[in-house]
Each structure stands twice: as structure tokens, then as C-alpha cells.
């Protein structure tokens, strides 16, 4: 009998240790958004979730503080760190005050990246934009006068006043504006990617600058609030919304003439590219290290820079000749 309980006990040992180690095999990966609720993030979180189908044995925890604040990301990357996930990928809010909370996370052993809008260096291994940020800047300019032969007045519809990648765009704008005869920023504002605060700030910008012509939001919240100010203000035709917004969100203010044009990467792309990324440097398949590269799977690979930066693709505009179609995937 004893030497029955021995053996009972034997199995149940190795039975739990195999359970161990078949639970130890799956990666888990925290994607951390900047808010939950916003669509361009949802959709990110489907590639991410494509990428974790794909490869098998890995978990994406799609999580992000209900707000677009720093405090609020730092309790859910502690909330992560507590379940001892493999990998972290954030789209910061603060490119600084994520640091301390990320540096933990990297010291108990967890892979942190960046995507979207990144964090400093000492905060991550890498960052991943979605395009480049000079095209996007240019993009961004270009989409406004396209449709101002004459030039005009141009104001810009910003996220928060920290967000990393709102204000890298931005400058890679005012870098390009000598290139576009006539186009002139009068005003920068920021809607914190809240749709009630950027509808707004742009009835704002709409009292405040009687001959304005254009305003560019490089943000999917921002876009669609400003397109609605616009047509609710019986200024449709007169100020063109231009940016980066979703094709979905954006179709209806394509139709109504709020918007002429709007430019944005696939996020569904995003998200799968920065869980591959994540996955392949947590299960040391890849390093992250200047001037080298990091597979994407479908996306191709990723190449660095010397900060250890990279690019996904190249924006894509968005018409009434192809917006629909668009629409109906993202």
C-alpha cells in the first residue's frame, strides 16, 4: 500500500510539473494601449491576436488605463508585471514618465518594446513606428495642400501635449512647410484624444481664425471630432479635416466633403507586427540592436536605426475613390 501511495504521489508530481511546463511554454505578451475604447487600438489588438493564432503558444493580454494618462498606464504595467508576463509592447502616453515602471519591468526579466508612440530608450529595447516619421509629417502637410493651389491658413489638431508621437509628426511638419507655397500653421491645440474636447478645440479654432482653410489631426480621435465640428458648423467645403484617421470613422465625413483625404497604416498591421516582434525577442528567436533586423512575419522585417527604431510601411491615403472599401475591414 505504501509503496502504491509512493507511486500515486509520483504521478501526481510529474503530472503537475508537466502542467508547469506546458503553462511556462506559453508566452505572454501585455499590449498596452494608450486607452481602451479607441478603435484604431481595437483593431490593433485583432492583429495582435492574428499574430498570437499564428504562432501557437502565446497569450496577448490587450490592456490600457480607461484615460490617456501616464499614471493610469503605470498601474496596468505594474498589473503586468505581477503576472510575470514574458513581454510588454506600449503605446506611451509619456515618453519619460514610463521609464521607472518599465526599467522594472526590464530588470525582472520581461521584454519591453514600444510601438505606435514610443518611450525613451533606457525604457525599452526598441521602438517600432508605424511609418516613418518624416513621410508621415510630409504626408500630413501635403494631404492639406493638395487641395490649396493658393496656399492658405492650416491650424493642427493635436492628442495631448505629451504624446510622443503627436509631437514628432508636428515637427517633422513645420520641417516641410517651406516646400508648400502659401501654407501657413497659425495654431497648434490639443484635444487629449477625448471627442468632446477636440470638438472644442476646433469650434475654437473656427472662432478664432475666420479665414483658416485647413486643420490636420494626426490622431484617429482628433480627426473624426474636428470633421464633425466642421459640418456642424456649416463649414463644410470651407475648412478641409485632414490626418491620420480610421477609414471606418472617417467615410461618412469623406462623403460629406468635411475631409477631402486622410492617411493611416493598417493598425490591424500594427498590432501583429509588434506582438511578432515582442515574441520573437522575449524568446531570444532575435535581438534588438542597432543596424540590425527583427522579423514581422507577414509584415516582413524591421530594421533599426541607431536608437534602435524602426519602421513598418508607408501611409496610405484614403479618398472617396477607395475609402468604402477600406471601411469595412478597419
Known sequence: MSKLKTLLASTAFTLVALSSAAQAETVKIGLVVKALGI??????????????????????????????????????????IAQKVNAIAVSANDKDALVPVLKKAQERGITVISWDSGVAPEGRAMHL??????????????????????????????????????????????????????????????????ADKSYRETQGLIQKYPNLKAIIAPTSVGIVAAAQAVSDGGMTGK?????????????????????KSFAIWNPIDLGYAATMIAYNLSTGKAKAEAGGEIPMGRMGAVKLDDNKEGAMADPFVYDATNVEEFAKIF
Open 39 to 80: 478603435g484604431f487600438f481595437d483593431a490593433a489588438n485583432k492583429g495582435a491576436q492574428e499574430a498570437a493564432k499564428e504562432l501557437g503558444d502565446v497569450e496577448v493580454i490587450y490592456t490600457g488605463p480607461t484615460k490617456t494618462t501616464a499614471e493610469g498606464q503605470i498601474e496596468v504595467i505594474d498589473a503586468l
Open 129 to 194: 513606428n508605424p511609418s516613418s516619421n518624416a513621410l508621415i509629417g510630409n504626408m500630413c502637410v501635403k494631404m492639406a495642400a493638395d487641395n490649396l493651389p493658393e496656399g492658405g491658413e492650416v491650424a493642427i489638431l493635436s492628442a495631448s501635449a505629451t504624446a510622443t508621437n503627436q509631437n514628432t509628426w508636428i515637427e517633422e511638419m513645420k520641417k516641410v512647410l517651406p516646400n508648400y507655397k502659401g501654407i501657413t500653421v497659425v495654431d497648434t491645440v490639443y484635444g487629449d484624444d477625448l
Open 239 to 259: 475648412i478641409n479635416v485632414t490626418g491620420l484617421g480610421l477609414p471606418s470613422e472617417m467615410a461618412g465625413h469623406v462623403k460629406s466633403g468635411a475631409s
